[in-house]
């Protein structure tokens, strides 16, 4: 509870808070968008294949120049099941004699057909240009729109194993600085890449910069933030990314050009990078990595904007160091990767977190990267699953507060998973029940995902905070690669990826069962601290707690008075 202290005599909630999380909310706003960008900027047109006259049929030029574009797709390409053109064939001869709709009649698919050999004719109606149909991505070729996605989520995986790390050793402030500049740096490269291997590296980097600002800003708020007010501001700053969803909606239908649209949700974060330099550097971090003087320094700047530069004033890095001795005792010079399996609790707290953020990646992605495949319309399916958030994380909000962290992340995976799987056994006559299903089961994953933010942040110390979350977005990042390919197994057994997708979330919903409660508990700073809470029980420790408050109340006025 020391840094709890410190934090009371400077401001635990005032302007300072308001001014820091009114910054922090504006690059989880646009990372949503960076997440969310594949719908939009690899959405695929309806096409067919591209029709060229051979040098024998020039007697029958003057007759298509008259001719309507679907009477002469009846020329040469066949139907699909649904009478519609089909989009990866064409007939290997062109068949002028079913001009004539009397010979037409019956089924045409006798005659031979092979693969599009000229490319393609995308209907830029809806989306005036995508990756999809700047690089031809489509037929035997539509995996490599999958696996853009993927190597995004690679570049999310690979930032929160490198990123994590390094903001641990070097500072909260430092990495998202360094993040905030590569993201605006990469995404506007990507937006003007004249290849698709090209555009897939900048992606690559995006993705590494995004994972170093959500692992940074999120951590920033809880750092700053006393227990009363943690869930409030953490609920909020999600909610910020919920809007980042329907803004994503809305910027995307006015700017139906993906080149430009990757530019629009990159470039703030030119300004984002300014403005970071501005946020004061954890001062918890910097006490327990022995920089107390820096830690004075920034938090005397936070007591003069909260009103309290009096206060501020008696502080001494010799009254930081005093506050914060058992925390201090618990460190040591260096940590690791490997000290996040070397005791019990945290061993325990780490295979169990590993699993519940896999499942929340790998189902929440599986959902929300392939709208298309819903047979709604893009825009609106996007908005649908933006708002669908909003009811999904107020209950979220309430449970945590009122019920706890552990029943809330269990509860939410378990519905998703059950919801997915009901699913399957609903008839696709009912689309907008089918749609209304996938909605609700997005929401609860979107309530894990929030809850998962704020648990994983209180489960770990501060020493390994950064480690720790960097390890298990890892896993988060895996589940959201490979969800894309999962989707491909609908091709073959329709039902299939919403099976996989529900049993992980149902297996992941049991494993958050067997983590401990942290509602009402301070956050621990030192891995010695976090094994001695789990050895005294939940129940024993919350006495103790409750005695402690005048204690703790009486060594603030003490510390007043002798400085």
């Known amino acids: 509870m020391g840094f709890a202290d410190i934090l009371e005599i400077v401001g635990s909630v005032g302007k300072f808070q308001i001014i820091q999380v009114l910054l922090l909310i504006f690059p989880v706003f646009f990372v949503c968008s960076q997440n ?6 690899a959405a695929e047109p309806d096409h067919h294949c ?30 699909d099941q649904n009478q519609q053109p089909e989009q990866c064939r064409m007939y290997s001869l062109p068949q002028w004699h079913l001009l004539d709709l009397n010979k037409a009649q019956g089924n045409r698919t006798k005659y031979d057909t092979q ?28 995996s490599l729109k999958r696996m853009a996605q993927s190597i995004y989520m690679a570049g999310l995986m690979i930032g929160a194993i490198i990123l994590g790390r390094l903001s641990d050793k070097y500072g909260r402030r430092t990495l998202l600085f360094w993040s905030s500049f590569q993201l605006a740096v990469s995404g506007t490269c990507g937006a003007f890449s004249s290849s698709f291997p090209l555009f897939c590296f900048w992606r690559f980097l995006c993705g590494v910069a995004v994972s170093g600002i959500i692992c940074n800003t999120y951590h920033f708020a809880v750092e700053w933030m006393p227990n009363k007010i943690r869930t409030s501001v953490m609920t909020l700053m999600n909610y910020f990314y919920t809007f980042g969803q329907l803004g994503l909606a809305g910027l995307a ?54 009103g309290k530069e009096e206060e501020g004033e008696k502080l001494t890095t010799s009254i930081l160091k005093s506050n914060m001795r058992q925390e201090l005792s618990g460190t040591k010079d260096s ?4 000290d996040l399996f070397r005791t019990p609790i945290i061993r325990k707290t780490t295979f169990c977190n590993m699993l519940i953020w896999f499942s929340t990646g790998f189902a929440y992605y599986g959902l929300s990267i392939d709208l298309q495949g819903f047979g709604v319309d893009i825009y609106l399916m996007q908005v649908i699953f933006g708002a669908v958030d909003i009811p999904a994380k107020l209950v979220g909000f309430i449970t945590m507060n009122y019920v706890g962290r552990r029943f809330t992340q269990g509860t939410s995976l378990i519905l998703a998973g059950s919801i997915m799987i009901a699913n399957i056994f609903i008839s696709k006559e009912f689309q907008a029940l089918r749609t209304s299903f996938a909605a609700v089961g997005k929401g609860c994953l979107a309530a894990s995902f929030t809850c998962c933010m704020l648990y994983t942040s209180e489960l770990y110390p501060t ?16 589940g959201s690669m490979l969800a894309p390919f999962v989707r491909l197994s609908g091709d073959y057994v329709p039902s299939l990826p919403l099976v996989i997708y529900g049993g992980m979330a ?26 001695n809470r789990a050895k005294k029980g939940a129940e024993k420790d919350k006495e103790p707690m409750r005695d402690e408050i005048p204690l703790q109340e009486a060594h603030i006025s003490l510390i007043k008075q002798t400085v």
Request: hydrophobic letters at 45%.
């Open 253 to 306: 239908y006015g700017i139906q050009d993906w080149r430009w649209l990757q530019f629009a949700v990159s470039a703030p974060f030119f300004i984002i990078c300014l403005y970071s330099w501005w946020i004061p550097e954890s001062a918890r971090w910097l006490i327990l990595n022995d920089k107390a003087d820096a830690a004075l320094k920034q938090l005397k700047r936070v007591a003069k904007l909260n």
């Open 115 to 142: 693969m599009c050999t000229d490319g393609w004719t995308f209907d830029h109606s809806k989306f005036k240009a995508t990756i999809v149909s700047e690089w031809d991505l489509v037929c035997s070729q539509k």
């Open 50 to 79: 591209r029709i060229h006259l051979e040098a024998n049929d020039s007697k029958y030029i003057n007759v298509t120049d008259k001719l309507q574009t679907e009477e002469l797709l009846r020329v040469f390409i066949p139907l």
């Open 335 to 338: 940590y690791s990767m490997l």
């Open 36 to 41: 969310l960008l594949q719908n939009f900027v």
């Open 506 to 531: 149902l297996i992941a919903g049991v494993a958050a069962s067997f983590l401990t409660e942290t509602l009402n508990f301070p956050l621990p700073d030192t891995i010695v601290e976090v094994e």
């Open 463 to 478: 020493t390994i905070r950064q480690t720790g979350l960097g390890l298990v977005s890892t896993m988060c990042r895996i």
